[in-house]
């Protein structure tokens, strides 16, 4: 890729003259920033999008891709983070359609085609020891496995380079070993892979070489055995930042009473089936308390449950001693909590409103806000140039929507605004998703913070290594149960992933 330039129809621009090299047999890691210019970069190069100025080049050959097909009739394709395979289909079904499949449909495929299908696939299956069964409906089959489909589809179709967008952000740690695994055997079998992350520990380990984006440009180039965690932050960020700071605390005070005490609590889905099984747990003040798994397995019921946004069919939860089982959000708001949700522009913010109105999101009923006979904009105006003042929130006016913010800038005005209420309990949901590495650590030094005050938070997470930065105790949850509940120092990393996966180790079993 050669001199590539992007710039979006609103002005934006998102490139600024990139040149890229990808090397046959080679892994090269893409870092960068949210917003560095990373997944646009490689859009280009899987023709899903087309580049304002600049060239391609494949093989010494100067192409121009129209669509994601024109990209892979030259071995190129793209799995994105989130997937689109038909969910009622089997993983063959979903391998081969498009493939196989003449407009007759899937019925009109004869038996020998879909035979000669099975075994093609089950050979490269074998081949790079990417284990998936076959014959099950891609909707039963868990994230890690959905991702293997996603992967076979582009092999299938005679991929020759490889490009994955942030691929182990739902994976335990034993699916990522996997996924490395498959990666290193694709490259010793001449392939090419581009590792999009911002995930530095990760790169390093299955790089060959690491390209760093920053502000569209590319910034730094080094051969990942040469590499230090250190050196890549710092082109990331532009600044230096400590990436093994420990944020652990000395835990709650003796004689303690919880501040979130939850009883034999079951929650069911949205499908009526049980998604939260018997769980009992409490969090004291002056402690993190944090929740492992793989996403799906019941958190967000769990969080639904306890926030006010879904009603439990059976158990209890009390907020400061007050019970809020099937209490609604505002009464739990009152009982003394402060809710981070893990989707922020469902439930967090409203994007078409102002900076200062969506400082007022979810408070519309405190004293120091509410009048007699509506709003007081004044003291409202004045809390927000707070919350944008003490959570570093950059924002081009208070009165800008909050959809003209980026992802990090978004995140830190809603941690600021809930952190911001004289609430003993903060809950706490993938508080980092998908924001880069200075806005991850800023966000985690906050709950640290909040957790060093007195108050007690229960943080969520699907990224294990934010689970063992920040929490005081640890539950890992499976299929709507706690399997373990203890001490972050009494877990190995082997043991967290093992029970992310629904297996126990022997050591933790009573």
Request: hydrophobic share 45%.
């Amino acid at each position: 890729m050669e001199r590539i330039h992007k710039v979006y129809p609103d002005g934006t621009v998102a490139l600024r003259g990139v040149d890229l090299e990808v090397r046959r047999g080679e892994i090269l890691g893409l870092l960068g920033e949210n917003g560095a210019g990373k997944t646009t970069l490689m859009k280009i190069l899987s023709g899903f999008i087309k580049p304002t100025k600049g060239r391609i080049v494949v093989e010494g050959r100067v192409v121009k891709f129209r669509s994601p097909r024109d990209a892979l009739s030259y071995g190129i394709a793209m799995v994105h983070q989130t997937f689109t395979l038909v969910p009622g289909l089997t993983a063959l079904e979903n391998v081969i359609l498009g493939r196989e499949v003449s407009g007759g449909g899937l019925a009109a495929l004869a038996p020998l085609r879909v035979e000669e299908a099975s075994r093609r696939v089950e050979e490269l299956c074998e081949r790079l020891g990417l284990r998936v069964p076959l014959d099950t409906p891609v909707e039963l089959l868990p994230l890690g496995f959905r991702q293997r489909v996603e992967i076979l589809k582009a092999l299938y179709r005679g991929t020759r380079l490889l490009i994955l967008d942030e691929p182990t952000t739902f994976l335990t740690p034993l699916e990522v070993e996997e996924l490395f695994k498959f990666m290193r055997r694709f490259r010793d079998e001449g392939g090419s892979s581009v590792f999009i992350t911002h995930k530095i520990k990760e790169v390093l380990r299955i790089a060959d070489r690491v390209v760093v984006l920053r502000k569209g440009l590319v910034v730094g180039e080094v051969e990942a055995e040469k590499a230090a965690p250190e050196l890549l932050a710092t082109m990331m960020v532009g600044r230096e930042i400590n990436l093994d700071v420990v944020l652990r605390g000395r835990g709650r005070a003796e004689g303690a009473e919880p501040v979130l005490k939850v009883e034999n609590l079951w929650v069911h889905n949205d499908l009526g089936l049980p998604a939260v099984r018997g769980v009992s747990f409490e969090v004291y003040p002056g402690e993190i308390f944090g929740i492992a798994g793989v996403e799906g397995n019941g958190q967000d019921e769990l969080v639904e449950a306890i926030t006010g946004l879904r009603r439990p069919s059976s158990g209890r939860v009390l907020v400061n001693g007050v019970e809020v089982t099937g209490a609604s959000a505002l009464e739990a708001y009152r009982a003394g909590l402060s809710h981070i949700p893990g989707d922020r522009e469902r439930y967090g913010l409203v994007l078409d409103f102002t900076v200062v109105e969506n400082s007022l999101v979810g408070r519309q009923w405190e004293r120091d806000f509410a009048g007699r006979v509506g709003i007081r904009w004044g003291a409202l105006k004045r809390f927000a140039e707070e919350v944008v003042r003490k959570f570093n929130v950059l924002v081009p006016s208070l009165s800008a929507p909050v959809k003209t913010l980026s992802g990090g800038n978004r995140q830190r005005l809603l941690v600021g605004r809930e952190l911001s209420r004289r609430s003993k309990l903060v809950v706490a949901v993938h508080p980092t998703k998908g924001l880069d590495i200075a806005s991850t650590m800023y966000v985690r030094e906050l709950l640290a913070k909040a957790r060093d005050e007195g108050r007690a938070v229960l943080l969520i997470s699907a990224d294990l290594e934010e689970v063992l930065q920040l929490s005081d105790r640890i539950a890992v949850m499976y299929e709507g149960r706690f399997l373990a509940v203890g001490r972050t120092e009494e877990f190995s990393l082997e043991d967290i992933g093992l029970l992310m996966g629904g297996v126990e180790p022997r050591k933790l079993k009573s």
